[in-house]
């Protein structure tokens, strides 16, 4: 190619080499800028220079707030502002298991999702997992290690720990079960430093009877794995595996499949419960049956012999038994559906577990609805090996004790007696994250990382694996804890996630993967691995259970219940106050404990409670008294009180301590295990006057038909519409027309989106988990026991709980006042229904209307927007709406002191939780559920980037997402294909939105203000209105 | 000038001329304060400065400090609202109601219960303000200003929005008819002045009145067409205040009967107070021969019609919520009458319904002490009106699940007082510096009593009764 | 006018006397330039051939100029400025505007009006009023006769009014 060599001139000077170019050639600018030549200042200079003066000075008077941030200044490639990161990881704190998703923001875990690989447990959160992003920021957390209490750092505690090992005649690990591979090989490189080193697992909440039972009949201490979703018939006698249970999301979710009705599926699974608690199971059941604790063996017992009558296997020697009418029942349908039920028990009781298994195998339920091959690894624990422990910690044999994460001072029965033996003890180390009741009394602290910021795998059942990856870099200088075990076991000096890897390099898999990172990455990735490769152990039934033998009828006195509470659990997390502020799905109460009692035991000891009123009882369980107020129940079985576990902390930090009474000292060990249940109660009302802090004080929802729309199966299946309150309006010609179709006004269409929400009240098991995802997503604020007592929950979203009134009280000739009474009174083993009610998005709303600033106004995609920064506070709005679901800030609940509980607004640690994408609301500012309104503009910002419209699941509410059971379903009502569309078969109009689903309705439909939600009729499966039964 | 049939006994007693009218009235004004005058100052004062504490309290801390909450969003604060703004009904009332009916029994008291309206008008608008989460923004944030924001505006179909303006023109107007009553009372204070000051003073409050044939005709033709203004302005007001309720949907407001029940309400509490404070007023200043016997019963008579109304009304509204068939507002009905708040409904309706029958009995009407009394009770009565309707309506309402209760704090008792502390403080101030009773017009009847008709004056009743 | 200063006043005790003594005391042929009275003495107008006031038809006016306005701004603002959906209801609900449009039209209406007298009766604060006789805002009527404006002779004046019932008949000469 030719060469050219062109020359382009810079101008004409170039061509003619001026000199003055020549010169300045080199020079980016031709010419230097005209130097000033100095003169004395002028007057205009002066007044220049003092305008600037006074600016500058009066800037500098008004004082700009500081503000903390940090800019990147080498911005990490994967983290960008106000880009969440999502990574998979599993919630493990205590012996409580959930596999996630955690949202990530500038590097900030602050929320927890549920994980779409995690099937085997509905894909959803838990309460306590929802609530435990808050317990990482968690102040009162230990800030590195200590030697007797008193920092330390990490090289002095290892060498001093593995110094006393080595002198230590014997080691032993004292845990809750460990169900990680991983952290038990950890262990095991310690136990071969220290061949002497004794593993002791126990549980709280321990599953004894059953792991017995399993290693009685089937030869291996292990829990067998339920498929709800399978059964027709479930029996549950004293097991509320719905609310307080080891795998309740599992169970909710596989329950609720069998429940779900509509589009041709006309029959659902039948539960009964015998119980004597109003648990969460009891609130679902279909027939509940009120009894004893003592009389479980006995009802178990019964049933088995009704079944084996028909099966012919051995018979066992029972007791009678109240009630055997419904028992019958059941035993008639668990033949009929023989293979396609389940039996479970509560009771701790060995052979009553025994006598289960029997009663399951001879219905053929293992293979089926049961699987012992596969079994669940959540409880391990043994009460007989952790009493034996406790003895030998009291005669000093125990040798040095490490504390793996578990707090026995407070949650076993002995705690008291562990407590005195611990400072006694040479070595005692603690790996608790906080200076708990037990990691308070050690002398090593070596506080481990929390699970948001731990590598860990674990196997929840048998060849279902999932992992934890660190979600933020470790706050404070903890260790995890499995890292120390790598330690003090000597030799080893890799990072526990060397560790990890290098376990998890040896498997087959890996084959399957270019190399192994890529086959750890995809671990990661999802989460979970289910792994084929495990082979399952066949295990048969193997006992003959004639040698049993149930005597002794029930017992005569007072009986105690004690349960997990559906808020705190066995109390691990005793310091978060989402978890507080969570109201008991059944009592509705929150920030305290109590004992529930029966209305009758109440009526006898002539005790009337007012308007969140109570009475502190004296409590006295074999031998120990505490003061604790009473709540009166309905459903409570007569003759029984029950008491919640997990509050009492006293070590749990400043939200949580001494709130409540703890129920651990009352749990009684006898025949090797815990039993939660025990008689020899007796309650002694004083009448010192208490204050419970209840977030709903009515029982019923009164008959009104307009607020729940129930029926029973037979009637749904004969009527798709039963239970429906169908209200129609005449016209002034006489037509008559539902209520949406008849206004003054034009109204408005929405053609883009239209956001809508289903909730199906079948499905809704009550739990909880949605009013906590909310309370995390939306910064809502936690107010205290205070504010909740004057009626000012902060909750967006809140479960309305409703007992059914006894019908048969009312006569012919019961008075038109007696008669409104009654239907406000709950029976004595009442029906339960459950409502979640958030804002309904109505599109006639009464608050828009009354707003005389226009703070509030409806969004052209049908959602009821808050401006906050337009509201003045004249809190008209939520006078009007008709579901009250609007929430007003009476104080500053951020930044104020007034208001410590709210860790998450009112320490710079645990602000870092707060949801940025959401504003936190001033003081005297309305607020309310926005749908999720930054989730909804995320999803159509992403989806706009894609060039595409958001289809549907691209934008889930958190409440929806966090719903075990699929009960809330959100959704663009103008999309055909969506899961909502379909579900209540959407029919738009010009102007309005009709559902055509027969079950679907409006809360106060005859109000006309068109909300966006639709509730599902309850349908139970019944063979007769409760009344006729009652009759009958 | 007007006629009096000869069988009416005299508006004025005790053969008061002219000239002994501006003497009676205005030697309150130039005599130095009285002790008891000083000793009531006192005590309003001292209200106003414990009502003080709560209210800065209330503005410190937030609403949180009253005893709302969720469910019940409105409390005392807007009973007491609406409390005020009834009694401030009655002023503006009597002058322009009775003008337009030419009930000349008004001209001795339409001065005081003006100021009674304008007082209670302040009282009733601090609620407003007060009981808004953010007030240092609502306060101009409620008007349709342009803002920096750009387009931002009110929500004109908001209840609350009619009520920023209807009070404010209420308030307004009635000043402006109360002072053009003041202007020749002020002149002949100025012209009786002795010293420079109030000479002065008095000058620039009378605009330079010198009561010219011409300037008369004309505030004549003034003072009738703001009358006929301020009539339907009155009903306006407690209309458009019920319209807070009734435009809603909450059951036990949603009711069309309240414009007429709460206007009705409002004259009845409205003469209460009247009565309460001139029964004070004529005992102190000696009125007696202005504001006589005559006077009270007739105020008496008027609350016994409209006390009957409101008893009709309250009945009528459970008949409705009976026959709607509605069950949530069929509930909201029996739980006032039944519910955990009956003891207020039951107050209300001995105090409002039975207690002014008792002036059917001429005997109580005539009688100083129990009008007294009895118009005490109204006022108690018309506030628990208010806290049936706000409270126990709210407190229950559709969905049980968020059904609650109300306990008022310290706070919400020391705002109240807060009012009346402002309100007594204004009225003695008006009491002491502010003619009490309205000379000009009093003068124009003093003659009148018992005189006979003349063509021309029939002229002029027709001449002036085509104009309203 | 020019050279108002020495008046002639006529002091009376009682309207009636004073409605008779007007219609004597123009019959004879004197100008009044105006009567001044404690209280409204019903009719005096007639008598002294005054026009009735007007007031009204501008209260009138400033009522319209107020629903207009009203009406304009209502709908102005959320009807087409910034257009909201409240409450499903219309951009622009008229139902809804009635409230404020009536307020506003009783507000203008009075305080045009009212506006409108302070200014032609020249009330004012800072006004400097001539007092023709301190007993007039008591109790005494006087009628004012201007004698720049009277061909008649100050005693035929005096002369008149005296005999029409006057109590008193003084001079009064401002500067």
Same mark, same amino acid.
């Given at each position: 190619?030719? !060469?050219?060599?062109?020359?382009?001139?810079?101008?004409?000077?170039?061509?003619?080499?001026?000199?003055?170019?020549?010169?300045?050639?080199?020079?980016?600018?031709?010419?230097?800028?005209?130097?000033?030549?100095?003169?004395?200042?002028?007057?205009?200079?002066?007044?220049?220079?003092?305008?600037?003066?006074?600016?500058?000075?009066?800037?500098?008077?008004?004082?700009?707030?500081?503000? !903390? @941030?940090?800019?990147?200044?080498?911005?990490?490639?994967?983290?960008?502002?106000?880009?969440?990161?999502?990574?998979?990881?599993?919630?493990?704190?205590?012996?409580?298991?959930?596999?996630?998703?955690?949202?990530?923001?500038?590097?900030?875990?602050?929320?927890?999702?549920?994980?779409?690989?995690?099937?085997?447990?509905?894909?959803?959160?838990?309460?306590?997992?929802?609530?435990?992003?808050?317990?990482?920021?968690?102040?009162?957390?230990?800030?590195? +290690?200590?030697?007797?209490? !008193?920092?330390?750092?990490?090289?002095?505690?290892?060498?001093?720990?593995?110094?006393?090992?080595?002198?230590?005649?014997?080691?032993?690990?004292?845990?809750?079960?460990?169900?990680?591979?991983?952290?038990?090989?950890?262990?095991?490189?310690?136990?071969?430093?220290?061949?002497?080193?004794?593993?002791?697992?126990?549980?709280?909440?321990?599953?004894?009877?059953?792991?017995?039972?399993?290693?009685?009949?089937?030869?291996? *201490?292990?829990?067998?794995?339920?498929?709800?979703?399978?059964?027709?018939?479930?029996?549950?006698?004293?097991?509320?595996?719905? =609310?307080?249970?080891?795998?309740?999301?599992?169970?909710?979710?596989?329950?609720?499949?069998?429940?779900?009705?509509?589009?041709?599926?006309?029959?659902?699974? *039948?539960?009964?419960?015998?119980?004597?608690?109003?648990?969460?199971?009891?609130?679902?059941?279909?027939?509940?049956? *009120?009894?004893?604790?003592?009389?479980?063996?006995?009802?178990?017992?019964?049933?088995?012999?009704?079944?084996?009558?028909?099966?012919?296997?051995?018979?066992?020697?029972?007791?009678?038994?109240?009630?055997?009418?419904?028992?019958?029942?059941?035993?008639?349908?668990?033949?009929?559906?023989?293979?396609?039920?389940?039996?479970?028990?509560?009771?701790?009781?060995?052979?009553?577990?025994?006598?289960?298994? @029997?009663?399951?195998?001879?219905?053929?339920?293992?293979?089926?609805?049961?699987?012992?091959?596969?079994?669940?690894?959540?409880?391990?624990?043994?009460?007989?090996?952790?009493?034996?422990?406790?003895?030998?910690?009291?005669?000093?044999?125990?040798?040095?004790?490490?504390?793996?994460?578990?707090?026995?001072?407070?949650?076993?029965?002995?705690?008291?007696?562990?407590?005195?033996?611990?400072?006694?003890?040479?070595?005692?180390?603690?790996?608790?994250?906080?200076?708990?009741?037990?990691?308070?009394?050690?002398?090593?602290?070596?506080?481990?990382?929390?699970?948001?910021?731990?590598?860990?795998?674990?196997?929840?059942?048998? =060849?279902?694996?999932?992992?934890?990856?660190?979600?933020?870099?470790?706050?404070?200088?903890?260790?995890?804890?499995?890292?120390?075990?790598?330690?003090?076991? =000597?030799?080893?000096?890799?990072?526990?996630?060397?560790?990890?890897?290098?376990?998890?390099?040896? /498997?087959?898999?890996?084959?399957?993967?270019?190399?192994?990172?890529?086959?750890?990455?995809?671990?990661?990735?999802?989460?979970?691995?289910?792994?084929?490769?495990?082979?399952?152990?066949?295990?048969?039934?193997?006992?003959?259970?004639?040698?049993?033998?149930?005597?002794?009828?029930?017992?005569?006195?007072?009986?105690?219940?004690?349960?997990?509470?559906?808020?705190?659990?066995?109390?691990?997390?005793?310091?978060?106050?989402?978890?507080?502020?969570?109201?008991?799905?059944?009592?509705?109460?929150?920030?305290?404990?109590?004992?529930?009692?029966?209305?009758?035991?109440?009526?006898?000891?002539?005790?009337?409670?007012?308007?969140?009123?109570?009475?502190?009882?004296?409590?006295?369980?074999?031998?120990?008294?505490?003061?604790?107020?009473?709540?009166?129940?309905?459903?409570?079985?007569?003759?029984?009180?029950?008491?919640?576990?997990?509050?009492?902390?006293?070590?749990?930090?400043?939200?949580?301590?001494?709130?409540?009474?703890?129920?651990?000292?009352?749990?009684?060990?006898?025949?090797?295990?815990?039993?939660?249940?025990?008689?020899?109660?007796?309650?002694?009302?004083?009448?010192?006057?208490?204050?419970?802090?209840?977030?709903?004080?009515?029982?019923?929802?009164?008959?009104?038909?307009?607020?729940?729309?129930?029926?029973?199966?037979?009637?749904?299946?004969?009527?798709?519409?039963?239970? *429906?309150?169908?209200?129609?309006?005449?016209?002034?010609? =006489?037509?008559?027309?539902?209520?949406? @179709?008849?206004?003054?006004?034009?109204? /408005?269409?929405?053609?883009?989106? /239209?956001?809508?929400?289903?909730?199906?009240?079948?499905?809704?098991?009550?739990?909880?988990?949605?009013?906590?995802?909310?309370?995390?997503?939306?910064?809502?604020?936690?107010?205290?026991?205070?504010?909740?007592?004057?009626?000012?929950?902060?909750?967006?979203?809140?479960?309305?709980?409703?007992?059914?009134?006894?019908?048969?009280?009312?006569?012919?000739?019961?008075?038109?006042?007696?008669?409104?009474?009654?239907?406000?009174?709950?029976?004595?083993?009442?029906?339960?229904?459950?409502?979640?009610?958030?804002?309904?998005?109505?599109n006639n709303a009464p608050c828009e209307t009354v707003c005389p600033v226009a703070a509030t106004t409806h969004s052209s995609e049908g959602l009821n927007q808050m401006t906050y920064n337009r509201c003045i506070g004249t809190r008209y709005c939520a006078n009007n709406c008709p579901y009250k679901v609007r929430r007003f800030n009476w104080f500053k609940f951020h930044d104020n002191k007034q208001f410590a509980m709210n860790t998450s607004m009112n320490n710079d640690l645990g602000k870092m939780v707060l949801n940025p994408d959401v504003t936190v609301r001033a003081r005297g500012v309305m607020e309310k559920c926005s749908f999720c309104v930054q989730r909804i503009q995320s999803g159509k910002l992403r989806a706009k980037k894609e060039n595409r419209r958001p289809v549907d699941g691209d934008i889930i509410s958190a409440c929806a997402s966090a719903c075990p059971t699929d009960a809330m379903v959100f959704?663009?009502?103008?999309?055909?294909?969506?899961?909502?569309?379909?579900?209540?078969?959407?029919?738009?109009?010009? !102007?309005?939105?009709?559902?055509?689903?027969?079950?679907?309705?409006?809360?106060?439909?005859?109000?006309?203000?068109? +909300?966006?939600?639709?509730?599902?009729?309850?349908?139970?499966?019944?063979?007769?209105?409760?009344?006729?039964?009652?009759?009958? | 000038?007007?006629?009096?049939?000869?069988?009416?006994?005299?508006?004025?007693?005790?053969?008061?001329?002219?000239?002994?009218?501006?003497?009676?009235?205005?030697?309150?004004?130039?005599?130095? #304060?009285?002790?008891?005058?000083?000793?009531?100052?006192?005590?309003? $004062?001292?209200?106003?400065?414990?009502?003080?504490?709560?209210?800065?309290? $209330?503005?410190?801390?937030?609403?949180?400090?009253?005893?709302?909450?969720?469910?019940?969003?409105?409390?005392?604060?807007?009973?007491?609202?609406?409390?005020?703004?009834?009694?401030?009904?009655?002023?503006?009332?009597?002058?322009?109601?009775?003008?337009?009916?030419?009930?000349?029994?008004?001209?001795?008291?339409?001065?005081?219960?003006?100021?009674?309206?304008?007082?209670?008008?302040?009282?009733?608008?601090?609620?407003?303000?007060?009981?808004?989460?953010?007030?240092?923004?609502?306060?101009?944030?409620?008007?349709?200003?342009?803002?920096?924001?750009?387009?931002?505006?009110?929500?004109?179909?908001?209840?609350?929005?009619?009520?920023?303006?209807?009070?404010?023109?209420?308030?307004?107007?009635?000043?402006?008819?109360?002072?053009?009553?003041?202007?020749?009372?002020?002149?002949?204070?100025?012209?009786?002045?002795?010293?420079?000051?109030?000479?002065?003073?008095?000058?620039?409050?009378?605009?330079?009145?010198?009561?010219?044939?011409?300037?008369?005709?004309?505030?004549?033709?003034?003072?009738?067409?703001?009358?006929?203004?301020?009539?339907?302005?009155?009903?306006?007001?407690?209309?458009?205040?019920?319209?807070?309720?009734?435009?809603?949907?909450?059951?036990?407001?949603?009711?069309?009967?309240?414009? #007429?029940?709460?206007?009705?309400?409002?004259?009845?509490?409205?003469?209460?107070?009247?009565?309460?404070?001139?029964?004070?007023?004529?005992?102190?200043?000696?009125?007696?021969?202005?504001?006589?016997?005559?006077?009270?019963?007739?105020?008496?008579?008027?609350?016994?019609?409209?006390?009957?109304?409101?008893?009709?009304?309250?009945?009528?509204?459970?008949?409705?919520?009976?026959?709607?068939?509605?069950?949530?507002?069929?509930?909201?009905?029996?739980?006032?009458?039944?519910? #955990?708040?009956?003891?207020?409904?039951?107050?209300?309706?001995?105090?409002?319904?039975?207690? #002014?029958?008792?002036?059917?009995?001429?005997?109580?009407?005539?009688?100083?002490?129990?009008?007294?009394?009895?118009?005490?009770?109204?006022?108690?009565?018309?506030?628990?009106?208010?806290?049936?309707?706000?409270?126990?309506? $709210?407190?229950?309402?559709? $969905?049980?699940?968020?059904?609650?209760?109300?306990?008022?704090?310290?706070?919400?008792?020391?705002?109240?007082?807060?009012?009346?502390?402002?309100?007594?403080?204004?009225?003695?101030?008006?009491?002491?510096?502010?003619?009490?009773?309205?000379?000009?017009?009093?003068?124009?009847?003093?003659?009148?009593?018992?005189?006979?008709?003349?063509?021309?004056?029939?002229?002029?009743?027709?001449?002036?009764?085509?104009?309203? | 006018?020019?050279?108002?200063?020495?008046? %002639?006043?006529?002091?009376?005790?009682?309207?009636?006397?004073?409605?008779?003594?007007?219609?004597?005391?123009?019959?004879?042929?004197?100008?009044?330039?105006? %009567?001044?009275?404690?209280?409204?003495?019903?009719?005096?107008?007639?008598?002294?051939?005054?026009?009735?006031?007007?007031?009204?038809?501008?209260?009138?006016?400033?009522?319209?100029?107020?629903?207009?306005?009203?009406?304009?701004?209502?709908?102005?603002?959320?009807?087409?400025?910034?257009?909201?959906?409240?409450?499903?209801?219309?951009?622009?609900?008229?139902?809804?505007?009635?409230?404020?449009?009536?307020?506003?039209?009783?507000?203008?209406?009075?305080?045009?009006?009212?506006?409108?007298?302070? %200014?032609?009766?020249?009330?004012?604060?800072?006004?400097?009023?001539?007092?023709?006789?301190?007993?007039?805002?008591?109790?005494?009527?006087?009628?004012?006769?201007?004698?720049?404006?009277?061909?008649?002779?100050?005693?035929?004046?005096?002369?008149?009014?005296?005999?029409?019932?006057?109590?008193?008949?003084?001079?009064?000469?401002?500067?």
């Amino acid at each position: 190619m030719k !060469k050219t060599n062109k020359v382009y001139w810079k101008g004409l000077e170039q061509l003619t080499n001026d000199v003055e170019f020549v010169k300045n050639a080199d020079k980016e600018f031709g010419t230097m800028l005209p130097e000033e030549e100095s003169e004395p200042p002028s007057r205009r200079d002066f007044l220049k220079m003092m305008g600037f003066g006074i600016a500058a000075a009066s800037l500098a008077a008004c004082e700009a707030p500081v503000r !903390k @941030a940090i800019p990147y200044v080498k911005k990490p490639t994967t983290v960008d502002p106000s880009i969440p990161n999502y990574y998979a990881t599993t919630y493990h704190v205590g012996n409580e298991y959930n596999a996630l998703v955690i949202k990530t923001r500038e590097g900030r875990p602050i929320k927890a999702e549920g994980n779409s690989f995690a099937t085997f447990q509905g894909c959803s959160t838990t309460t306590q997992s929802e609530a435990s992003i808050l317990s990482l920021y968690d102040e009162e957390r230990l800030r590195g +290690p200590q030697i007797d209490q !008193k920092k330390a750092d990490w090289s002095d505690v290892d060498k001093q720990v593995s110094d006393a090992l080595a002198s230590a005649s014997k080691v032993t690990l004292v845990s809750y079960s460990v169900f990680s591979p991983a952290t038990a090989s950890a262990i095991a490189e310690l136990g071969n430093k220290y061949p002497s080193l004794e593993h002791v697992m126990y549980d709280p909440i321990s599953a004894q009877g059953e792991l017995e039972a399993n290693k009685e009949t089937f030869g291996k *201490r292990a829990l067998a794995s339920y498929d709800f979703s399978k059964a027709k018939t479930m029996v549950s006698i004293g097991s509320d595996f719905i =609310g307080a249970h080891h795998s309740h999301a599992t169970n909710n979710n596989q329950f609720v499949q069998t429940r779900k009705l509509g589009n041709g599926k006309k029959d659902m699974s *039948r539960l009964y419960v015998f119980e004597s608690n109003m648990t969460l199971t009891g609130a679902n059941a279909d027939y509940r049956v *009120r009894i004893k604790p003592s009389e479980e063996a006995a009802y178990v017992a019964n049933l088995y012999n009704m079944v084996a009558g028909k099966l012919g296997g051995g018979r066992v020697n029972a007791p009678k038994v109240a009630d055997t009418k419904h028992l019958q029942k059941a035993a008639k349908e668990l033949l009929t559906n023989k293979g396609a039920s389940i039996v479970v028990a509560g009771s701790n009781d060995r052979n009553v577990q025994i006598l289960t298994n @029997a009663l399951n195998n001879l219905l053929g339920n293992y293979g089926t609805t049961i699987d012992i091959n596969k079994h669940v690894n959540l409880r391990k624990g043994d009460d007989a090996q952790m009493n034996q422990f406790v003895d030998n910690l009291k005669n000093k044999s125990a040798g040095a004790v490490i504390f793996y994460n578990c707090n026995p001072v407070y949650d076993h029965p002995r705690g008291e007696e562990i407590a005195t033996a611990i400072s006694g003890l040479k070595v005692s180390i603690s790996t608790a994250d906080r200076p708990d009741e037990t990691a308070s009394l050690v002398k090593y602290n070596a506080p481990d990382h929390h699970y948001l910021e731990s590598w860990n795998d674990f196997e929840p059942v048998a =060849g279902v694996f999932s992992f934890s990856q660190p979600t933020i870099s470790n706050l404070f200088d903890t260790r995890q804890a499995q890292e120390s075990f790598l330690r003090w076991s =000597g030799n080893l000096t890799m990072s526990f996630y060397d560790y990890l890897q290098s376990l998890w390099g040896s /498997h087959p898999k890996v084959a399957n993967f270019p190399n192994f990172q890529s086959f750890f990455d995809n671990l990661l990735y999802e989460g979970v691995f289910m792994d084929e490769t495990v082979e399952a152990d066949a295990l048969a039934f193997n006992y003959d259970v004639s040698s049993l033998s149930f005597t002794g009828a029930a017992a005569k006195g007072l009986e105690i219940t004690i349960v997990e509470s559906a808020a705190l659990g066995a109390g691990f997390q005793g310091n978060n106050p989402w978890l507080h502020e969570m109201s008991d799905p059944i009592t509705k109460a929150c920030w305290d404990n109590y004992i529930t009692v029966s209305a009758e035991w109440a009526d006898a000891n002539g005790i009337k409670l007012g308007y969140m009123k109570s009475r502190i009882a004296n409590l006295t369980v074999n031998g120990n008294t505490v003061e604790i107020p009473i709540v009166v129940q309905p459903g409570q079985a007569e003759g029984t009180i029950g008491l919640a576990l997990g509050y009492g902390r006293t070590k749990a930090g400043k939200v949580g301590n001494n709130i409540g009474v703890s129920g651990y000292p009352f749990v009684k060990y006898a025949k090797g295990a815990n039993h939660f249940s025990t008689d020899g109660v007796s309650v002694e009302v004083t009448e010192k006057e208490y204050r419970i802090a209840q977030t709903q004080t009515a029982e019923t929802y009164a008959g009104r038909s307009f607020v729940i729309q129930e029926s029973i199966l037979k009637e749904y299946q004969k009527d798709e519409y039963a239970g *429906r309150h169908q209200l129609k309006i005449t016209d002034a010609s =006489g037509n008559k027309l539902s209520p949406n @179709a008849v206004t003054l006004w034009q109204g /408005h269409s929405y053609n883009n989106h /239209h956001w809508g929400m289903a909730i199906d009240l079948n499905s809704c098991t009550g739990c909880g988990a949605c009013t906590v995802a909310c309370q995390v997503e939306n910064n809502i604020p936690v107010v205290g026991k205070k504010e909740i007592l004057n009626g000012r929950s902060m909750n967006w979203l809140r479960i309305d709980r409703y007992y059914s009134y006894d019908e048969t009280r009312i006569t012919e000739d019961t008075g038109f006042l007696d008669v409104g009474k009654i239907k406000e009174e709950a029976a004595a083993n009442p029906e339960v229904v459950f409502q979640p009610m958030m804002c309904q998005q109505c599109n006639n709303a009464p608050c828009e209307t009354v707003c005389p600033v226009a703070a509030t106004t409806h969004s052209s995609e049908g959602l009821n927007q808050m401006t906050y920064n337009r509201c003045i506070g004249t809190r008209y709005c939520a006078n009007n709406c008709p579901y009250k679901v609007r929430r007003f800030n009476w104080f500053k609940f951020h930044d104020n002191k007034q208001f410590a509980m709210n860790t998450s607004m009112n320490n710079d640690l645990g602000k870092m939780v707060l949801n940025p994408d959401v504003t936190v609301r001033a003081r005297g500012v309305m607020e309310k559920c926005s749908f999720c309104v930054q989730r909804i503009q995320s999803g159509k910002l992403r989806a706009k980037k894609e060039n595409r419209r958001p289809v549907d699941g691209d934008i889930i509410s958190a409440c929806a997402s966090a719903c075990p059971t699929d009960a809330m379903v959100f959704g663009d009502m103008n999309d055909p294909n969506s899961k909502i569309s379909k579900l209540l078969k959407i029919k738009k109009e010009e !102007k309005r939105v009709e559902a055509e689903e027969p079950r679907a309705f409006h809360a106060l439909e005859e109000l006309r203000v068109m +909300p966006n939600v639709w509730y599902m009729t309850k349908i139970r499966n019944k063979d007769e209105e409760s009344k006729k039964e009652a009759h009958a | 000038m007007v006629v009096e049939s000869a069988v009416r006994e005299p508006l004025i007693t005790g053969g008061k001329s002219v000239h002994d009218v501006t003497e009676d009235i205005s030697r309150r004004v130039e005599q130095k #304060p009285a002790p008891t005058w000083l000793l009531a100052m006192a005590v309003s $004062l001292g209200l106003l400065a414990v009502g003080s504490y709560s209210v800065g309290t $209330l503005l410190w801390e937030g609403i949180g400090v009253w005893g709302n909450n969720n469910t019940i969003g409105w409390a005392w604060d807007i009973t007491n609202f609406v409390w005020w703004v009834g009694i401030g009904h009655a002023g503006t009332l009597i002058s322009a109601v009775l003008l337009l009916f030419r009930q000349r029994w008004r001209m001795s008291i339409n001065r005081a219960s003006e100021a009674m309206t304008i007082f209670a008008v302040i009282c009733a608008a601090m609620f407003p303000v007060l009981h808004m989460g953010r007030p240092w923004l609502g306060a101009f944030w409620a008007l349709p200003l342009p803002n920096t924001y750009g387009s931002l505006w009110v929500n004109f179909n908001s209840p609350l929005l009619w009520d920023v303006f209807a009070i404010s023109t209420y308030f307004s107007v009635s000043l402006v008819f109360w002072y053009i009553g003041l202007i020749p009372d002020f002149a002949t204070i100025r012209d009786r002045a002795t010293n420079k000051i109030s000479a002065a003073i008095y000058g620039a409050l009378s605009f330079g009145w010198v009561g010219a044939a011409r300037d008369w005709s004309r505030y004549e033709t003034v003072s009738l067409v703001l009358a006929g203004l301020a009539t339907p302005l009155v009903l306006s007001v407690h209309t458009i205040v019920s319209f807070d309720f009734a435009t809603s949907v909450i059951p036990g407001w949603h009711t069309t009967i309240f414009p #007429p029940y709460f206007v009705a309400g409002a004259i009845f509490s409205g003469f209460a107070m009247v009565l309460t404070l001139l029964i004070v007023t004529r005992k102190v200043y000696k009125l007696e021969d202005y504001i006589t016997l005559q006077h009270l019963e007739m105020m008496n008579i008027v609350i016994i019609v409209t006390g009957s109304i409101v008893g009709i009304a309250y009945i009528t509204e459970f008949f409705i919520a009976s026959y709607s068939g509605v069950e949530a507002e069929q509930y909201a009905f029996i739980n006032r009458a039944f519910g #955990p708040y009956n003891w207020a409904y039951w107050s209300m309706m001995t105090c409002n319904v039975i207690s #002014p029958q008792l002036f059917w009995f001429k005997k109580i009407r005539t009688s100083i002490a129990s009008t007294f009394i009895i118009s005490i009770i109204v006022n108690i009565g018309m506030w628990f009106e208010r806290f049936v309707i706000i409270v126990t309506s $709210l407190h229950r309402d559709f $969905l049980p699940g968020s059904w609650s209760m109300f306990e008022p704090t310290i706070h919400d008792m020391g705002t109240y007082l807060f009012t009346f502390g402002l309100f007594f403080t204004l009225f003695f101030l008006f009491a002491k510096f502010f003619p009490v009773i309205n000379m000009a017009e009093v003068k124009s009847i003093v003659k009148a009593t018992g005189e006979k008709v003349t063509a021309k004056e029939v002229q002029v009743e027709t001449a002036e009764k085509v104009e309203n | 006018m020019e050279s108002n200063k020495n008046f %002639v006043l006529g002091v009376y005790e009682d309207e009636d006397v004073l409605l008779k003594a007007i219609k004597e005391v123009r019959g004879a042929g004197v100008k009044i330039d105006e %009567v001044y009275s404690p209280f409204p003495v019903h009719g005096i107008e007639d008598v002294l051939g005054y026009k009735r006031s007007r007031l009204s038809i501008v209260a009138f006016m400033f009522g319209v100029l107020g629903t207009s306005l009203a009406l304009t701004m209502q709908i102005g603002m959320l009807g087409i400025d910034w257009p909201m959906i409240i409450g499903g209801k219309d951009f622009i609900a008229i139902p809804d505007f009635v409230p404020v449009t009536f307020e506003l039209t009783v507000l203008l209406a009075s305080f045009g009006m009212v506006g409108t007298f302070m %200014v032609i009766s020249n009330l004012k604060p800072w006004a400097k009023p001539r007092i023709y006789d301190i007993r007039i805002t008591d109790d005494k009527h006087v009628m004012a006769v201007d004698l720049a404006k009277n061909d008649l002779s100050e005693d035929q004046i005096k002369g008149i009014i005296d005999g029409s019932g006057a109590s008193e008949v003084n001079n009064k000469e401002f500067e």
